[in-house]
């Protein structure tokens, strides 16, 4: 190719296909048993016939892995006391989409320098969800690189296509190839019609530009995933978790002949990203659910050990341990109070 061609392209680096990556950081037989066990039921909560809450919860963003499995050893304990009306499922994200520029998450950048060693950042991804599948945690996660799944996938228990990609055409196709529940945010200014379409796009079979399991550049034909949803995230035109919204929501999925099967995520638009306002929408997430509205299958937050978030970039030596450099959260003791809470109500 001529140099005038390649005028942009600083790099160009071969990564280890996903199929050696795998056998490197294989999971156990145990871990593929529980990770397809989480899977199932989640299902079941998404067409009605598990009747727990699904609550999918954790940090923004893990960017100390030491911190997050402290984070996760909590949480492990916890859901199992409250498994008869909760699913619980942690939020182990490693790809962050950002509304213009910053540090995009563990798998891109994994030593938080700007490096952005992505062979490393795919391992440690990989340890970290062993570990959490290890706890009995399932496991949650954006997937937001199209050719990232190939790589995680199999570690994965649910996943969500984010605010600022759920109306991309590759996003969508890459759905419709992914084998665990997923779910769809509406659009960043809090439009659902892009997430209604998002569903229908992702359960239909697709063929596409992909990469092999042996990391050779391929066409991808899927089957569709049934196991679509949509979350409301709420957006820059106000929230979107209140009875009215969740009521225009199942009537534009009736309308397009889809099951209505919601989860609300108390934190982003629906918060206005401050998380001192999360326990209180995550309350009136769940009273509508007391109340009667069994299309509301789950909700989302935000929480962390230590609430709020901090400066990043910044030295790493001065970072708060346990605390976002993403989005803020809610901190330990409000989330074990909240989930305490919620099971006593959905009592
Ligand atoms: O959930 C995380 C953030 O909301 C998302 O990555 C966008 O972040 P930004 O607006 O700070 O870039
Ligand atoms: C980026 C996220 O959400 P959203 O797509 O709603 O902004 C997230 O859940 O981390």
Redesign the pocket.
Known sequence: MSQTANLHIASNVALPSPRSMVAEIAPTEAQTAFMAQSRREIREIIFGSDSRFLVVLGP?SIHDPEAGLEYARKLAALSKELSDRLCIVMRV?FE??RTTVGWKGLIMDPRLDGSCDIPAGLKLARKILRDVLDLGLPTAT?LLDPITPQYIADLISWS?I???TTESQTHRQMASGLSMPLGF?NG?FGHISPAVNAIKAGMQPQTFLGVSEDGVASAVTTSGNPDCHIIL?GGEDGPNFGADDVQETIDALEAAKLKPAIMI?A??GNCAKDHRRMPDVFREIVRQRVAGQKAIIGA?LESNLVAGNQKFPQPLDQLTRGQSIT?ACIDWETTESLLRETHRVLG
């Open positions: 923004c994200y962050k989409p954006e969500a984010g605010a600022r945010k960043t995230r995520d934190s982003h989302m989005d």
